[in-house]
């Protein structure tokens, strides 16, 4: 008896305590130890051998953990095991697009000079860092996939067992030099949970697919339903991803989402919902473009034509056949007044960020990213709802002055010659059919006249207060020009404008 | 026949004052006329047991010590443990890695699950590097010495001795005298009768010497060869001590090979025990040593380990590792 209580209180003291143990047993149900894919280093041991890379006795050098070469990335990429890439069959998309060993040292991972926790010698790119080669789990989720040391996104942001303390966590002095918080903004109210789900990704994990993968196919499941998810790595390819945000004024992506990967729609008819996709790869900068990516999870690619509750088709939104729409997917065709043009007298409309010469595209986290401007770019969190960097209030004007010219648009006096907008009393020749007598003088905000509902409201009876907003109608519309579906427009054409607040009104419209 | 007649008296000589032998072959389980004839006749009528050609060094009755021992250990002999291939008597005992594991040959051959007997090999992990011809007598005197097992004191012959002391350096559960005896069983070779405490790997290292030193590395790995004598302590070496305390789950089984994973609990020295229940109570505080995952005369896997690690991929492939790693 006295045996059974020394056991148990030595079991109990040192095995549970702290819970460090996270291996326990994984190792067996590890891809290293896969009996037909693990480790074979040394064909003269069985597969998965301890030995294939701790050699016991030690070999001809004696090398930390008595592994067969020095205790550096060099065992894992530079032993014939992972020294190029990974493979994988055609239709399925192994996450997360592991890429090749100069990908590697070229990524902001592999080429961080910082260590983590910061100042213990051991550098952020060592692949055990995120890596355990034993295999880590626990009890609930089982076996982690790709052998992460954490729980897919936790490994991001924890450090061991605490939540928040690692590399991207929300405390800087246990964040390595160059990391950002990104734990924080996963915090938020509104935010890309990726704490929702588990394991998506490897819910098929087997021998033959020993990556975990998402299939490539449109509405294929993996993205829909109960298997609907986000997680770190369905944006990031922590083994590519380069440090650095897109080019404002380009809908291409920004380093961070180099490696992973998105759909192209193909072209579809003026309000259509496009249906058919091809997946693209994020190779380079160049020709991989964001709301690819936005895509695989936010449009009929992911959902088919049964969009979950709270939201909608992005790619049937910002279809560049729509009559209008935000260039996210491509450019707008009669831009002449966001841009300086003869039309509008060359005068800047656009926020210098955009006033380039790439200024005619955007992307999709030009809007969705942290309502605080210092805050790491990206649509991680944000406290205003559908992660915006600001209100999408109907009578907010702010979201939209961020970029749109609040001088132009929300002119704090009465403009006395071209303000460079279409809808400005010298170009109407009406001083109230000008933005500044709407927005300024009466208080309407950008949305009740732009990008608010999809189906345009009743034009009787008379009713000022905002109709209700639909999301997702500020991406784009097939029913009106000049995203003019605004939540009080009933009807608008180029020089007449029928809204729910007085009656039809016909002005002079300036040229396209 | 000068040296021969001093041999004689020699050997008289010490059954006279009693045998130095602690463990077997001493106190009557064994007698001189077993191994040794003082008269052999190569015109008359051979000794008892004895092999033609001689008459041989030593006054043996067989040539070769090796073949002279295995007409004992060779698994004929119910009192004296087997060690030969194939072994049968530890069978069913619930106690298999017993008796110090078995060799795969008598002499003469070189076997990968082993040492071997009676052929010229190179001394693994030896600096310098060296050669010898292993034989029975290289690692047991069978006059006895105040060791464990009759080892011998100084198995490299440097003339630096290692004691292994019973009683102080390893327990039995049963008194090595009862039995085994002429009429008794093999149960006080059964490895569940022996506890370790310590001075197992220092006997070993003897000749492996590389293998002594237990080489620091960098941080976070403490060792760069597995380490012998070490404890599950500080908490953060890699293993996992609850799980060997309690003793069940991955790596632990009923027997070895049975198509289920786990084995026995491995062997394993406490450094602190005074007694043969100390020294066989699983804590944190166990110390692995060479005994741990080797056999020392061989056994039925590759590198005389007790599982099939170099094997081929079975359901044990991981136990050895698992009781203490839990991977």
């Known amino acids: ?512 | 026949m000068v040296k021969n007649s001093l041999k004689i008296i020699t050997i008289f000589m010490l059954l006279a004052v009693g045998t130095v032998a602690d463990e077997f072959h001493g106190g009557g389980d064994i007698l001189c006329s077993d191994c040794h004839t003082t008269h052999y006749s190569q015109s008359g009528t051979l000794p008892e047991r004895a092999e033609p050609g001689g008459p041989f060094s030593d006054l043996l009755l067989i040539e070769s010590a090796d073949r002279l021992c295995l007409t004992c250990h060779d698994g004929t002999d119910p009192a004296a443990p087997d060690v030969l291939a194939p072994v049968a008597m530890y069978q069913g005992s619930g106690s298999e890695f017993s008796g110090g594991g078995f060799f795969s040959a008598a002499e003469g051959l070189i076997s990968i699950t082993g040492h071997d007997l009676g052929v010229i090999t190179q001394v693994p992990y030896s600096n310098p590097v060296k050669a010898t011809i292993l034989s029975c007598i290289s690692c047991h005197d069978p006059h006895g010495t105040i060791n464990y097992r009759n080892l011998v004191i100084d198995p490299d012959s440097s003339g630096t001795g290692v004691t292994v002391g019973l009683g102080s350096d390893v327990f039995e559960e049963i008194h090595q005298q009862i039995p085994p005896s002429r009429n008794a069983s093999i149960g006080a070779y059964r490895a569940g009768n022996i506890g370790y405490r310590a001075r197992m790997t220092e006997w070993c290292a003897d000749c492996h010497n590389i293998l002594g030193q237990t080489d620091p590395a960098n941080p976070p790995a403490h060792f760069n060869r597995h380490p012998s004598l070490a404890s599950f302590e500080p908490s953060d070496y890699h293993n996992d001590p609850g799980h060997w305390a309690v003793g069940i789950g991955e790596g632990f089984g009923v027997a070895t090979g049975d198509g289920i994973e786990g084995i026995p609990r491995l062997r394993f020295q406490a450094p602190g025990a005074t007694d043969y229940t100390s020294a066989t109570t699983p804590a944190a505080s166990n110390q692995v040593f060479c005994g741990t995952c080797h056999f020392a005369h061989g056994g039925p896997f590759k590198s005389s380990i007790l599982w099939p690690f170099n094997d081929q991929v079975s359901a044990d492939l991981y136990s050895g590792c698992q009781q203490c790693h839990y991977k």
């Open chain 1, 1 to 512: 008896m006295k045996k059974l209580i020394f056991i148990c209180s030595t079991y109990f003291t040192i095995g549970w305590a702290g819970g460090i143990y996270a291996e326990s047993g994984t190792f067996k149900s590890s891809k290293h130890a896969d009996p037909g894919i693990g480790v074979h280093r040394d064909t003269n041991l069985p597969r998965g051998n301890c030995s294939q890379c701790h050699l016991q006795h030690d070999g001809d050098l004696p090398y930390d953990f008595a592994l067969f070469a020095p205790a550096d990335n060099g065992t894992c990429l530079s032993s014939g095991c992972h020294d190029y890439q990974y493979q994988w069959p055609p239709g399925d998309y192994y996450w997360s697009f592991p890429g090749n060993t100069t990908d590697w040292y070229n990524s902001a991972h592999g080429a961080s000079a910082g260590q983590f926790p910061p100042g213990n010698g051991r550098q952020v790119a060592l692949c055990v860092q995120c890596h355990d080669p034993h295999t880590a789990g626990d009890s609930i989720h089982g076996v982690y996939p790709s052998a992460t040391r954490e729980l897919e996104e936790r490994g991001c942001y924890s450090n061991g067992a605490i939540v928040g303390q690692g590399c991207h966590g929300m405390n800087g002095s246990t964040r390595p030099a160059g990391a950002d918080d990104i734990y924080s903004q996963l915090l938020k109210s509104s935010r890309h949970n990726v704490e929702a789900s588990a394991k998506e990704h490897s819910t098929d994990w087997q021998a033959s697919y020993p990556y975990g993968r998402e299939s490539r196919q449109v509405n294929s499941g993996h993205f829909s339903d109960s298997n609907r998810h986000v997680e770190c790595v369905d944006c990031h390819n922590p083994h590519k991803a380069v440090s650095g945000g897109h080019q404002i004024g380009s809908n291409e992506i920004g380093g961070a989402l180099l490696g992973a990967w998105g759909v192209q729609p193909s072209s579809a008819a003026p309000g259509a919902t496009p249906t058919s996709f091809t997946a693209v790869d994020f190779n380079t900068i160049g020709g991989s473009l964001e709301y690819q990516m936005c895509y695989k999870c936010h449009s009929y690619f992911a959902f088919g034509n049964t969009a979950p509750s709270g939201y909608t088709d992005n790619a049937r939104e910002f279809n560049p056949a729509n009559a209008s729409f935000h260039p996210v997917q491509d450019t707008i065709p009669t831009n002449s007044y966001t841009i300086q043009t003869p039309e509008n007298g060359l005068t800047q409309t656009m926020d210098n960020r955009w006033n380039n010469i790439v200024h005619n595209k955007m992307t999709c986290s030009d809007c969705h990213a942290s309502e605080t401007a210092t805050d790491p770019g990206g649509p991680h969190g944000s406290n205003n709802p559908y992660i915006l960097t600001g209100s999408p209030a109907a009578t907010d004007i702010a979201f939209c002055t961020s970029c749109h010219l609040g001088l132009v648009y929300a002119p704090p006096t009465r403009p006395i010659g071209e303000t460079g907008s279409r809808f400005d009393g010298q170009t109407t020749g009406e001083e109230d059919a000008s933005h500044y007598f709407h927005v300024t003088v009466r208080g309407i905000g950008c949305r009740q006249c732009h990008g608010g509902r999809q189906e345009p409201p009743p034009a009787q009876p008379e009713q000022r207060s905002p109709y209700p907003l639909d999301a997702g109608s500020a991406h784009g519309t097939n029913t009106l020009v000049g995203l003019m579906n605004g939540a009080n427009i009933s009807a608008y054409v180029p020089g007449n404008c029928t809204p729910t607040c007085h009656e039809s009104i016909t002005y002079s419209a300036g040229p396209e």
